[in-house]
DNA sequence: TGTACTGTGTAGTATATACTACACTGTCGA
DNA sequence: TCGACAGTGTAGTATATACTACACAGTACA
């Protein structure tokens, strides 16, 4: 039902077979909340986290925050911040890059990251 | 001290001068909200209004919807279900453009429109 | 067999969001 | 001077968000 909550749950069982410190309540104690709080988020029966915890829980079983909190349906403050700051320029380019694969999106990452602009 | 409520007043009075449809109180009632409610939108001691109360003001003001969300600090949802989709490319390039001055970003827009990838 | 874990269910809560309802005061033209 | 506008101030509210607190049942191992 929750991809976010599947994806939690599939992630930390993953690490706990190697390490027993993965167990949930372990988990929720070190990001800092209740262990029932964190066990419904993985069974889907709870809103998403907000974005610290999704942080905390993203350092804590080593995953890309981003996917994360775009699984809880958020995106990082750090780029909506950069978007909102120009506006028109971030929402043309971001519709216009919908529709275009992945391959060729990272060409253009390559490109702006050589300063072939 | 509220951007948004700066901008929606500047323009709305703007508007006004030619046309008295544009008093508060009248884009109030087109847009469906009290008047007392915009005043103190346009004054700002009143938060962000809405993603869809933004966008009726956007169209009755004839204003730039993704400026007026920004402005009220919010993403349009249409470009944020976008980058949730491919949340680690679009964060990448994101970030890589955040001091790249518009008429590379802009060239970008024309090369990925123009088919060039 | 008890104690030390595991995960889960129920109920409640503080804070924020996005407003409404209504009364009030001021201005301006007829 | 009055009626129709204008904008504003105060108080209240429904809903959502992001959790907590605590009790409970099952499993394991010493």
Same mark, same amino acid.
């Given at each position: 039902?929750?991809?976010?909550?599947?994806?939690?749950?599939?992630?930390?069982?993953?690490?706990?077979?190697?390490?027993?410190?993965?167990?949930?309540?372990?988990? $929720?104690?070190? !990001?800092?909340?209740? =262990?029932?709080?964190?066990?419904?988020?993985? @069974?889907?029966?709870?809103?998403? /986290?907000?974005?610290?915890?999704?942080?905390?829980?993203?350092?804590?079983?080593?995953?890309?925050?981003?996917?994360?909190?775009?699984?809880?349906?958020?995106?990082?403050?750090?780029? $909506?911040?950069? !978007?909102?700051?120009? =506006?028109?320029?971030?929402?043309?380019?971001? @519709?216009?890059?919908?529709?275009? /694969?992945?391959?060729?999106?990272?060409?253009?990452?390559?490109?702006?990251?050589?300063?072939?602009?």
């Amino acid at each position: 039902m929750s991809d976010l909550g599947d994806y939690l749950r599939k992630q930390r069982e993953q690490r706990r077979q190697s390490d027993p410190q993965f167990s949930l309540r372990k988990v $929720a104690q070190r !990001i800092g909340v209740q =262990p029932s709080y964190l066990s419904k988020v993985e @069974r889907g029966s709870e809103g998403s /986290p907000s974005e610290e915890t999704l942080r905390r829980l993203a350092e804590d079983l080593n995953e890309d925050a981003d996917i994360l909190l775009a699984l809880g349906g958020k995106i990082s403050t750090d780029l $909506a911040s950069i !978007i909102r700051k120009r =506006p028109k320029l971030f929402a043309e380019l971001i @519709r216009d890059l919908k529709d275009i /694969p992945d391959h060729a999106v990272l060409r253009i990452v390559r490109e702006v990251r050589d300063g072939n602009w």
